[in-house]
């Protein structure tokens, strides 16, 4: 399984974007997905997560209210619907999957994507 992550772009403060993250191979049983992400000169950061059927989803603090994660086993993506960006949203956008749910920390993610930017602009 390999995962693709792209939707990135340049945005104003204020707008929306969406994520995509897709997988070949087939995501539908098997993997758990969480975005990270990360600004220059800063850890990579765990954004939110989904379990592998939906039921679980899980916000991280600084995007609570402003990010929706979804999945689409069916399509082998996973998306995070973004709105209300603020300019400390500008990081690159990495999605990751573990037969784990949960863990919520780089370490606990064997398989990651190539990420995507994502510019907010003041």
């Known amino acids: 399984v390999q995962l693709q992550a792209f939707g990135g772009g340049l945005v104003q403060t204020g707008g929306s974007l969406k994520l995509s993250c897709a997988a070949s191979?087939?995501?539908?049983?098997?993997?758990?997905i969480a975005w990270f992400r990360q600004a220059p000169g800063k850890e990579r950061e765990f954004v939110a997560d989904?379990?592998?059927?939906?039921?679980?989803?899980y916000y991280g603090d600084s995007v609570k209210g402003r990010f929706t994660i979804s999945r689409d086993n069916a399509k082998n993506t996973v998306y995070l619907q973004m709105t209300n960006l603020k300019p400390e949203d500008t990081a690159t956008y990495y999605c990751?999957?573990?037969?784990?749910?949960?863990?919520?920390?780089?370490?606990?993610?064997?398989?990651w994507g190539q990420g995507t930017q994502v510019t907010v602009s003041s």
């Open positions: 191979g087939g995501i539908s049983s098997s993997y758990n």
């Open positions: 989904i379990s592998w059927n939906g039921y679980m989803r």
């Open positions: 990751a999957g573990s037969s784990v749910y949960g863990a919520r920390i780089p370490q606990g993610y064997g398989l």
